[in-house]
C-alpha cells in the first residue's frame, strides 16, 4: 500500500482558484473619507485599457512597468474630472500578479465615487475584502501566513505588534513550518518504506528513532503554539487587572497610567461597580488595563456582582497589579490574599498613598526581601517603576529581536493545537504499535493541519477566514 501523496509544498500558483475569466478590479484603498489625495487601485486583465481609456496623457498601453505617470482623467461628456497620477504595473511584477493601474487623485469624495463610477462603466468591478491581497497568494506571490501578517501589519498600534506582523510578513514563521513539514515528511518517507512492503510484516524503521524525531516535531510545535498567550496579548494589548481592596487608589491608578480621568475617584469605598478598562501605549507596548471593584465581602447585590467580574479579571489578566495602602489610622498595610490566579500570571505587589507613610513604616517596609513596589497616584512617586516593571513582566521588550517566532493569529494557533494532537496520537501510535498505516494517518493529519497555516493546504473556507479580515481596496 501506497501513503497517499503527503500534501506537497506548493510552487505553482493556484490559478483553479481564481474565476475562469477573471475580472478586473478596482476599489479605494486609502480610507473612506476626504484627504489630501486618494489612491483607487485597479488589477486585472483590463486594467490599463481601462484607465487608458479615460486618461488624458501619455497613453498607459505604451508605458512601462513600475513608471508613474501625470496626466487627467475626463469625464464620458470630455471635460476634466481630476489631474491624476497613474503607476503602472505590469504583470507579473505587481502586488496582484496582474496589470495593475494605481491612481492618485485629490482626496474628494465626489471624485473617488465619479472614477469608481466611470471605471464600473468601462467593465472593471468593485474588489471584495482582501481581493487584492487573495490574488496576491493565488499568484504565489505570498503564503497564507504572509496574507495575515499584511492585515496584522495594516492593523498594528504598537511598535511590539508592527514588530511582528514585520516579522512574519518576511518569512521567518513560514520558514520555521517549511522546515517543521520537512522534517515530518522525512519521518513519512520512513513510514512509506515500510507501508509499500506492509504484506511482508518487516520494520524498516527503528521506533526509537521515528518517536524522537516526532517529539522533537512536537516540541517545537507546542512552544510555536505556547507563545500564542503573549503574541495575542501584544496584538491586541497586554490585560493588566488592578486589584485590591477598596479605597486603596485602583481606580486613581487607573487613571495615572492612563493619563486621563477614565474612572471615577472619590472617597467612598466601594466606589467602582463594574469593571473599567482603557488601552495605552508603554515603550512601544499596547497594555489594556482593567481596573476592577474593591475586594470585600459586600452584601449589595450589585457591588457583589461588581466583585464577581472583578475576580473574572484577575483570571483572564496576564499581569496583576495587587495594590495595598496604610489604614488611615495606623501604618497596617495587607495585600489581597487567596486570589485565583492562574501560574503564567505576574503579580506587582504595590503599596499606594506612600505620601501618608510614616518614615518609619516605610523604612520597614523596604527593608523586607520581597518588598512591594512604592507608589503615590498622588505624588507620582514609583510610577516610572511601576512601568518599567510592566514592561519586563509582559515578555514583549525584545521579543522576536532573537529570532524567537511568536505566533499571534487565532487560526495559525488553532491549526497547531490540531497538529500537536495529530502528533500525540501519532506517538501513541508508535508506543501501543498500532498498524504502520493508522500511525501514518495521524502523520498526514499533522502534515494537512500545518499545510492550513501557510496555505500548502487551501480551502475556499480557509480562503475566506484570512481574507475576510483585509478591508476593501488591499
Ligand atoms: N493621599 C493619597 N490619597 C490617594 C492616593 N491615591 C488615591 N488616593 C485617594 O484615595 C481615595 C480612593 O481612591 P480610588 O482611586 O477611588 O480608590 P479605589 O481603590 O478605586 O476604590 P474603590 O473603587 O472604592 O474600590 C480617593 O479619595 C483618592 O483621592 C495617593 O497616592 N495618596
Ligand atoms: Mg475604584
Redesign the pocket.
Known sequence: MQLQPLVTHRTAPLTHLNPPTMSTICAISTPHGIGGIAVIRVSGPQAISAVDSMWKGKSLAQATTHTAHLGQIIRPDGTPLDQAVATVYRTPRSFTGDDTVEISVHGSLYIQQELLRQLIHAGCRMAEPGEFTRRAFIAGHMDLAQADAIADLIAARSRAAHRLAMQQMRGAFSRRLAQLRQNLLTLASLLELELDFSEEDVEFADRTHLSNLATEIKTEVDRLNSSFAVGNAIRTGVPVAIV??????????LNRLLGDDR??????????RDTVEDTTDIDGITFRFI?T??LRSATDPIERLGIARSHDALRKARIVIS?A?PAAKCDTISFETGLDIPDDTTVIYAV?????LTALRREKIQSDDSAPLL?????GEGLDALRKQLVDASGAGSLGDDGTIVVTNARHAAALTAAAAALERFLGALRTGLPTDLAAQDLREVLHHLGTITGAVTTPDILSTVFSRFCIGK
Open positions: 485590591g481592596a477598596p479605597n486603596v487608589g485602583k481606580s486613581s491608578l474612572a471615577i475617584v472619590s472617597d467612598i469605598p466601594g466606589t467602582t481596573d471593584a474593591g495594590l495602602a499606594n498613598k506612600t505620601d501618608l507608589i503615590s497616584t498622588r505624588t
